[in-house]
């Protein structure tokens, strides 16, 4: 796969020369691939965000560089506005940004400020909404009138219509309800396997990233500590702890069984996963209980 | 990035300046600026400057930081210098056309440009940056509350600006946050001109004035929900009560004022 995005020692501080100012990344070194689903993850401040907003050029790093399709976007000369169509960034709790008096002029605000034909704008929106699962009953709305998970909707696909050929997303499904929250992840994963998007998912939460990623990167105190398959990563349950991080339920039950000496894998993290394998136990025969 | 405007300046730290009592603090500082303006002469400015140095010092807050409160006003401060030192009668040093320098001229545009730097780096010092607004608002209400006799909502107009102090940064964040959320959705807020710039705040300041009204909303409630009900029986968390420091700053303070008095009125 080409690598579309990759940071070489990325440097960055909150609060410049000031007595409070806080390192928040110390030397980042990643490469994302193209058409990949990358889980972002780590503990609350470990640096995520900020290294997200690096990604499309909104912070600039004290030293270090990001290169879009090996092109440095610091610079001269390169168009950080036109990247930011290209990296698509959906920020924590999107929906405070939302403006407009409706909610298709709101999705359309990102396409018109690239200078597309109205009728290609009118499309965007349509195939946005409709990824996102929004309803032409709503699109004539006030954003404000909308439901919270609705207003989270109609955000995300004020990015989605921009086409970005990467689409970060930061935190998605924070503050919804677990169905909410499912449908959203579901809604992301269906845009990238038909649009073929390279998709970057920043989480703490670990069920959301298990089931949706096909790699993740652990941030911790703005360092990559880890980096590998969702089966590399949960299989090390110890240090994810240590990194204040957690392993999904499913992976922790497993982990259970194997202590009480049945034979089992310990990198399982799905519970669709988990289900085939005991089912298979179970058919092996009785003697493992 | 916006976050460096900052307006709450607040350094925190546990030096003997943080620890004063924000009353007396207030207090020393309108007297501070009350010496200050006596001062005259060699001997009394020195004294003074003195003084500064020796607030700074005890603050811990470093040099480099008294003087980044100066610099937004160098300019007024030179400006005030040069108008002053073409402006005072005296023995000429240098004159051209209807221009001329005198001696007199050229010192009280220095005492002038002193007196304005120390007046803004002592009162930066003492009350912007040992200072936390929410003690500031305390001591400000206490001091103001013999107003209460008269009918002066003062606990009110405290808590209100209290309040606003309180959400100053967090609205600044807010503000970055949307605007930078907006120009991920490729807003462009730098180019074009006036007409164009303004139309391009409309999606930063709609959903920073809806956010706006939303905490307000929310802070009320929670405020209800904890029965508030203004100054009527309110006690406090913090009972500021003057201590042994305070004392011994009181009396390095009117000492101090009396030595610039004395070499400033009296002596000259």
């Keep these: 796969m080409n690598t579309i995005l990759e940071t070489r020692d990325l440097h960055f501080v909150y609060g410049g020369n000031s007595p409070t100012a806080q390192t928040a990344l110390n030397g980042i070194n990643l490469t994302i691939r193209e058409g990949e689903f990358l889980g972002l993850i780590g503990h609350t401040g470990s640096g995520k965000t900020t290294f997200v907003q690096h990604l499309n050029g909104l912070l600039t790093p004290i030293s270090g560089q990001i290169l879009y399709r090996g092109e440095d976007i610091h610079a001269n000369g390169f168009k950080l506005r036109g990247l930011r169509f290209k990296v698509g960034l959906v920020f924590q709790y999107p929906e405070h940004q939302l403006f407009e008096e409706t909610v298709a002029r709101d999705i359309a605000f990102g396409p018109r400020n690239m200078g597309l034909s109205d009728a290609e704008v009118a499309e965007r929106v349509r195939q946005a909404a409709a990824f996102v699962g929004l309803g032409d009953d709503v699109m004539d709305k006030s954003p404000f009138d909308l439901s919270g998970g609705q207003k989270r909707r109609a955000a995300i696909a004020g990015v989605i219509a921009m086409r970005p050929e990467v689409l970060i997303l930061d935190e998605p499904t924070a503050g919804l309800d677990p169905y909410g929250a499912f449908q959203i992840l579901s809604q992301i994963r269906e845009f990238r396997d038909k649009s073929g998007s390279t998709v970057v998912l920043v989480t703490h939460n670990m069920e959301t990233v298990a089931r949706a990623a096909d790699r993740l990167v652990v941030f911790s105190q703005g360092t990559v500590a880890m980096d590998g398959t969702p089966e590399q990563i949960f299989g090390q349950p110890e240090r994810l702890e240590a990194l204040g991080l957690d392993v999904p339920q499913v992976s922790k039950v497993f982990m259970k069984l194997r202590e009480l000496g049945i034979d089992v894998e310990t990198s399982v993290y799905t519970v669709k996963y988990a289900k085939n394998l005991v089912e298979t136990l179970l058919r092996e025969g009785g003697q493992v209980c | ?268």
């Design chain 2, 1 to 268: 990035m916006l976050k460096d405007i900052s307006l709450g300046q607040y350094i925190p730290g546990t030096s003997v300046i943080h620890r004063m009592d924000p009353r007396l603090k207030i207090v020393l500082t309108l007297a501070y600026i009350v010496v200050l303006f006596m001062a005259k002469g060699p001997l009394s400015y020195g004294l003074v400057l003195l003084t500064l140095g020796l607030i700074i010092v005890l603050s811990r807050i470093g040099v480099r930081f008294v003087l980044r409160s100066v610099r937004p006003l160098l300019f007024i401060i030179l400006f005030t210098a040069v108008l002053n030192m073409f402006h005072v009668d005296g023995d000429v040093l240098w004159s051209w056309w209807i221009l001329k320098i005198t001696r007199q001229g050229i010192e009280t545009a220095i005492y002038m440009a002193l007196r304005i730097a120390m007046l803004i780096s002592g009162t930066f010092v003492l009350l912007n940056y040992t200072t936390s607004p929410i003690m500031l608002t305390d001591g400000i209400e206490q001091l103001l509350g013999p107003l209460k006799r008269i009918h002066v909502p003062v606990h009110e107009l405290a808590m209100m600006m209290t309040i606003a102090l309180r959400f100053i940064p967090t609205l600044i964040e807010e503000t970055d946050k949307i605007m930078s959320a907006q120009k991920a959705r490729g807003a462009d807020f730098e180019t074009g001109n006036v007409i164009r710039r303004a139309k391009a705040l409309i999606p930063m300041l709609v959903p920073l004035f809806v956010s706006a009204f939303r905490r307000a909303d929310e802070l009320a409630v929670a405020m209800e929900c904890r029965c508030y009900r203004g100054s009527e029986g309110r006690t406090r968390l913090r009972t500021l009560k003057l201590q042994g420091l305070d004392y011994v700053a009181i009396a390095i303070a009117a000492v101090l004022a009396a030595g610039i008095i004395t070499l400033g009125v009296v002596l000259p």
